[in-house]
């Protein structure tokens, strides 16, 4: 890994559940919208019966009947929601986010070369399961890449992530890996002044779950990522079951190993934005202080 640049921390910064789901097909060249009745049969597809509910312009939204949410006031299917061709504006994207671009070689010249979006979201499905909702998300990404074939990258907005179309559309893992996959981002970040580093995730905190976070010194960061996104992974699939006080597997010369416990505690996150991370004491590596938690 190449050490990212110097920022400053800002403080202002949260990262809250989101009750929308935000991604971003980004372009060269400006590309041509689909009819409402091509979005429709790609929606079917995946989906099974939809219902149009908003035909545009500016924002095409459909009712997924096979995701009901309850609330309230009653029962309402999810919808998915697609927003015109618009601008890219490339300053939405700031150089800390652009630090963290670790799943492309050339993450900052792609995005420099993009100048059109087309967004895409969730709307009344914050209610539903977690896991419900992340293969909602999932399956209506892999639709809308179906619909523009010449996406050129996807920002994934609640994980600061970039892949290239290609990656989306060739990806190869699981139904059940996917939203680890492209909606979490692994972070790597050098302690100014000391040999410290920390990593962490991004992106679990969207819908409901905590990111993880390690602080260390003398461990191959690259082990530690591998390390972040297994426990992501395991803290995904089983509803975050690891309490304060209690240990996941360590590095044993580089690999998880059950002879090595490393200690966990809930607590908030040392590098913005602000949320709350599991944070993951790597023993005999560990860096910082830390204090007993509940």
């Keep these: 890994m190449e050490k990212p640049g110097n920022f400053q921390q800002n403080t202002q910064d949260k990262a809250e559940f989101q009750n929308t ?25 995946r989906f099974g019966d939809v219902d149009l509910v ?71 499905s914050a209610g539903l399961e977690y896991k419900e909702r992340c293969e909602l998300l999932m399956d209506w990404l892999e639709a809308a890449m179906e619909l523009y074939p010449d996406c050129t990258a996807v920002w994934i907005a609640p ?45 679990m905190y969207a819908v409901g779950l905590p990111d993880v976070q390690y602080h260390f010194h003398g461990l191959d960061p690259n082990r530690v990522v591998n390390h972040a996104y297994n426990v992501a992974s395991y803290l995904f699939d089983r509803n975050a079951p690891v309490r304060s006080g209690e240990t996941i597997d360590g590095l044993l010369n580089g690999n998880m190993s059950q002879e090595v416990q490393w200690r966990c505690q809930y607590e908030d996150a040392l590098i913005q934005p602000v949320r709350c991370v599991m944070d993951i004491c790597p023993g005999e590596y560990a860096a910082g202080n830390r204090e007993d938690g509940e």
């Design 21 to 45: 789901y935000f991604m971003h097909l980004l372009f060269m060249e400006k590309p041509q919208q689909p009819d409402n009745g091509a979005i429709g049969q790609a929606l079917n597809q």
């Design 54 to 124: 908003c035909p545009g312009p500016g924002l095409i939204s459909f009712a997924v009947k096979k995701y009901p949410v309850t609330y309230k006031d009653g029962v309402v299917p999810a919808q998915v929601v697609m927003t015109e061709v618009r601008e890219f504006k490339q300053d939405t994207i700031d150089d800390f986010a652009r630090s963290q671009l670790w799943d492309v070689q050339n993450g900052r010249e792609i995005l420099d070369s993009c100048r059109y979006q087309v967004s895409i979201f969730d709307m009344m």
């Design 159 to 203: 994980a600061g992530k970039l892949f290239t179309a290609e990656m989306v559309r060739e990806h190869g893992v699981s139904r059940e890996d996917r939203f680890v996959y492209f909606g979490v981002n692994a972070r790597f970040f050098n302690i100014q002044g000391t040999d410290d580093q920390i990593v962490d995730t991004l992106g």
